[in-house]
Each structure stands twice: as C-alpha cells, then as structure tokens.
C-alpha cells in the first residue's frame, strides 16, 4: 500500500531554514508528481510546490518563489523541501501528496513553527 511518512519539521527562528523530507513507498515513486502542501491553524490546506517525476517540472505558489525548492532522490524514494528566509507566516503543517491512480494519498504532516 502507498504509505508516505514526512519527517524534519521543527521550531525555527524567522529567517532561518530548514529540510523537510517525505519517505514513499508501496508504488513506482520515480513514475509520479510529488507535492508538498502545508495548512496553517483555521486555514485550507494550501498547494506549496509540486515537482515532476523526471525533476524537469517545478512549481510553487508566489509566496514561497525564491525561499522554498522542491527536489527528489528517485533512488530512495524521498522527496524534499528545502525552506529559506522562513517567514511566521510559514508556520503550518507541512503534508506530502500524491496521486496514484487516480487517487490522493497524503502523509500525517509534520509540523514546521517559524517564531522568536
């Protein structure tokens, strides 16, 4: 079964960075778009990036341009999400999407705080 299992949210102090991974298994990995979503308290849940299957296709929503980058190591399976220049306004839980056919399959999230 498609199991997705993020890891590396934590406590970061406004304009730090950090890594956060997502470890997939049970289907092709290498086959699929891979996205990163977050959701802040008494906020939807929210698209912060997506990335292609081969790497060559990236997207990201406007507030996170130039700060977050999405990448992918196909031989383990793992996706991350390298954040810069942190903002409070990046505190959220941070979710690891895909969709495999035709099917939405999500992590448990992994929490990312930005605050002094």
């Known amino acids: 079964q498609v199991q997705l299992v993020e890891s590396g949210g934590a406590l970061v102090q406004p304009g730090g960075s950090l890594r956060i991974s997502c470890a997939a298994s049970?289907?092709?990995?290498?086959?699929?778009?891979m996205r990163w979503y977050r959701q802040a308290p008494g906020k939807e849940r929210e698209l912060v990036a997506a990335?292609?299957?081969?790497?060559?296709?990236?997207r990201y929503i406007d507030s996170v341009k130039g700060r977050f980058t999405i990448s992918r190591d196909n031989a383990k399976s793992t996706v991350y999400l390298q954040m810069t220049s942190l903002k409070p306004e990046d505190t959220a839980v941070y979710y690891c999407?895909?969709?495999?056919?035709?099917?939405?399959?999500w992590g448990q999230g992994t929490q990312v705080t930005v605050s002094s």
């Open positions: 999407n895909t969709n495999v056919a035709r099917v939405d399959y």
């Open positions: 049970g289907f092709t990995f290498s086959l699929y778009w």
């Open positions: 990335l292609s299957s081969s790497s060559s296709l990236t």
